[in-house]
């Protein structure tokens, strides 16, 4: 039984670029939530997918999006990179993410933005 | 005020002991609760989830919550180096699909 799987495990960008990470969630899972962890801080909650909508949003700009596709994955771009931008991002899948639903995290995605 | 608030630590322990690790929060609302556990460079991984008032026990993990207190913390019992790691308390919040998680506490366990 596959867990939660991202790509890529590390990327190096420089500002103004634009940047795209995938996530494939367990298998059973139909919903994808992403975080931004910045070093020394929590998880911040970026949005979440279900059904291929985007559910829930955080506190996060408009260059952040994503996408659901039919089998579940997910992507997230960010758009016009900033230095602040530098972080682990982490996919949490989940059966209809709702409240109480136990999240699976994958090995998150490093991003350097020079 | 943060959302969720924990000490940063470090919380150092000798091998054996309890550790305890502590949780405010802000939103009365919340009412599902989380404790998980990130080693360094690794992703979170869920230890507890607690929903009512009390004491919730799982092996050497117990889970309390206080909602008049808007306070939860988590017990380790017979502390030992592999519990090393940074904990991360975490509440369900408005709108009920998205996790708000504390900045973490940093524990070590010395043999």
């Known amino acids: 039984d596959a867990g939660v799987t991202q790509s890529p495990t590390h990327l190096i960008k420089t500002r103004g670029q634009q940047v795209t990470l995938r996530c494939s969630p367990k298998?059973?899972?139909?919903?994808v939530s992403w975080y931004q962890q910045a070093l020394g801080q929590g998880p911040q909650f970026i949005f979440q997918?279900?059904?291929?909508?985007?559910?829930q949003r955080g506190n996060f700009p408009d260059r952040f999006s994503g996408h659901q596709f039919p089998n579940y994955s997910s992507e997230l771009n960010v758009n016009a990179l900033l230095l602040g931008d530098s972080a682990l991002y982490l996919c949490?899948?989940?059966?209809?993410?709702?409240?109480?639903?136990?999240?699976?995290f994958g090995p998150g995605t490093r991003l350097l933005v020079l | 005020q943060k959302e969720v608030e924990q000490n940063s630590g470090p919380l150092s322990v000798p091998e054996g002991a309890i550790a305890s690790l502590n949780c405010t929060y802000s939103?009365?609302?919340?009412?599902?609760f989380f404790w998980y556990r990130q080693y360094s460079g690794k992703s979170p991984e869920l230890i507890m989830s607690?929903?009512?008032?009390g004491d919730k026990e799982d092996g050497r993990f117990t889970a309390q919550l206080n909602k008049a207190s808007q306070y939860v913390s988590l017990l380790i019992r017979d502390s030992q180096p592999s519990d090393s790691a940074t904990y991360l308390c975490?509440?369900?919040?408005?709108?009920?699909?998205?996790?708000?998680f504390g900045a973490g506490t940093r524990l070590f366990v010395k043999a």
């Open positions: 949490a899948s989940s059966s209809q993410g709702g409240a109480g639903e136990t999240q699976y």
């Open positions: 298998s059973g899972h139909d919903t």
């Open positions: 997918y279900y059904e291929e909508e985007e559910r």
């Open positions: 939103d009365r609302g919340s009412q599902s």
């Open positions: 607690i929903y009512s008032n």
């Open positions: 975490a509440l369900e919040g408005a709108g009920g699909f998205k996790t708000i």
